[in-house]
């Protein structure tokens, strides 16, 4: 019955690998996001997606590469992790309800992500 | 580049009190939420707020939204444990129905019993 998933919930890896996060949502919306919160709990978009089309894009390293392979998922690529990727990363998901905007977005529980 | 302000950042407060986080931001918006977080846990949607003058009240919360000072407030009243979250609130930016939220940097808030 979980409305946003995330797997895994903790991700420990060494620096220079490469690694996936995986998000999911049951909600029907037409929106998913990725977000990166850091040590000081400050939290910050990194990219949205719409239909699986991609919308926004933060000026995010392109290591960061998101693939949304229908509406329901968005996952996270990261190649060659960096100690300053250690962060928790949250998915989160909304409905376009027409021009004047979109609904609350919906939080996945968070992967935390350590980089040795 | 759109910023948002929360004050304060910590605050201690004992429980049955009052108190008031403020959320100033820098750009014109008519959206704006607030959502909590409890330690190492996801964000909790707490209100909606959509127009100027958007007053909205659950339990012992009210969130209310100023669009012209671009000011949102959190009243919380009679303060009790269970509150001891971190608060954020959030502006949007929506274009075309692209919805960017623009996160404040967060309240922490400790009822002491």
């Known amino acids: 019955d979980t409305a946003v998933s995330q797997t895994p919930k903790y991700l420990v890896t060494q620096m220079g690998n490469d690694k996936s996060i995986k998000c999911e949502q049951n909600?029907?919306?037409?929106?998913m996001y990725w977000y990166k919160q850091d040590s000081k709990k400050f939290l910050k978009i990194m990219f949205s997606?719409?239909?699986?089309?991609?919308?926004i894009n933060e000026t995010v390293p392109n290591r960061f590469s998101p693939k949304s392979p229908d509406k329901a998922h968005l996952n996270l690529h990261i190649n060659s992790l960096e100690l300053g990727d250690s962060a928790v990363y949250f998915c989160?998901?909304?409905?376009?309800?027409?021009?004047?905007?979109?609904?609350?977005?919906?939080f996945g529980p968070g992967t935390r992500l350590t980089v040795l | 580049e759109l910023k948002v302000e929360q004050n304060p950042l910590f605050l201690s407060m004992q429980e049955g009190k009052n108190y008031t986080i403020y959320c100033n931001y820098s750009?014109?918006?008519?959206?704006l939420y607030w959502y909590r977080q409890d330690p190492g846990k996801s964000l909790e949607s707490l209100f909606v707020?959509?127009?100027?003058?958007a007053v909205k009240q659950e339990g012992r919360l009210m969130a209310s939204l100023d669009t012209k000072a671009r000011l949102s407030t959190l009243h919380i009243t009679a303060a009790v444990h269970d509150l001891s979250a971190t608060y954020f609130c959030?502006?949007?930016?929506?274009?075309?129905?692209?919805?960017?939220?623009?996160f404040g940097t967060g309240t922490r808030l400790t009822i002491i019993p």
């Open positions: 989160a998901s909304s409905q376009v309800i027409g021009a004047e905007g979109t609904d609350t977005q919906y």
């Open positions: 909600l029907g919306h037409d929106t």
């Open positions: 997606y719409n239909n699986k089309e991609l919308i």
């Open positions: 750009t014109t918006s008519d959206r």
């Open positions: 707020l959509l127009s100027n003058g």
């Open positions: 959030a502006v949007d930016i929506t274009n075309f129905g692209n919805e960017k939220l623009t």
